[in-house]
């Protein structure tokens, strides 16, 4: 059914599929998530101390 080259090459191709399906899954839940939130907190800081210099001018 299979040569050897065969086998081995299928081997590889599965490998790199599932190395592949395990990186989509933890990049959609954790990287993406934690790269989305800080930039969120990060604006948010970001308006805070806008609205702190806008206040402090106008005192």
Do not use: C, H
């Amino acid at each position: 059914m299979f040569d050897f080259d065969q086998y081995l090459g299928f081997l590889a191709f599965l490998t790199i599929l599932t190395i592949g399906f395990w990186l989509m899954i933890f990049l959609m839940t954790f990287v993406i998530p934690y790269w989305v939130g800080g930039a969120l907190m990060e604006r948010m800081k970001e308006m805070k101390e806008e609205k702190k210099a806008k206040r402090e001018l106008n005192s």
